[in-house]
């Protein structure tokens, strides 16, 4: 099995990153609700979606706070930025990121899948985080999994 290109980050940094993004979906939507509840729905979807938007525009560019603060960007498997497609199919996902992570993960555990730990290699999809700055923690977490994965 080839070892990824250690400037490759693993999962513990994309999970970390994909939670810092959903929760800049969410906390502001359900703390809409807590300081104006007259007018709560119309305010948290509104928020919810105009968040949504922003991390559209950030992921097509390849970063989003969530990815700054991981200390990676995302490319394609030709280096490039991901587009309009890919960030919008990632920003559906810190829409929905509980159930998305557990589809990725019911996928990766499905009987007769040949992936490479739980949710498999990162070299098998088509996006992948370069690293852009060291963060102690996540780096750790990235060699650890790959090690026991």
């Known amino acids: 099995m080839d070892t990824p290109d250690p400037l490759t980050v693993n999962w513990p940094s994309v999970l970390f990153a994909l939670l810092v993004d959903s929760l800049l979906v969410w906390v502001p939507a359900s703390l809409v609700f807590f300081l ?3 007018h709560a729905l119309p305010l948290a979807a509104g928020s919810a979606l105009a968040t949504v938007a922003a991390n ?13 603060l991981a200390g990676f960007r995302i490319r394609t ?19 929905a990121s509980v159930p998305a992570i557990a589809v990725l993960i019911a996928v990766n555990f499905a009987p007769g899948n040949d992936a490479s730990g739980p949710l498999g ?6 996006l992948f985080g370069e690293r852009t700055s060291r ?6 977490a990235d060699d650890y999994w790959e090690r026991w994965s």
């Open 121 to 126: 290699s990162p070299a098998s999809y088509p």
């Open 36 to 38: 104006a509840p007259e």
């Open 77 to 95: 498997r030709n280096g490039q930025a991901p587009g309009r497609t890919y960030g919008l199919v990632l920003a559906l996902l810190t829409f």
């Open 135 to 140: 963060r102690r923690l996540l780096h750790a």
């Open 56 to 68: 559209w525009t950030l992921y097509s560019h390849g970063t989003t706070l969530g990815t700054y």
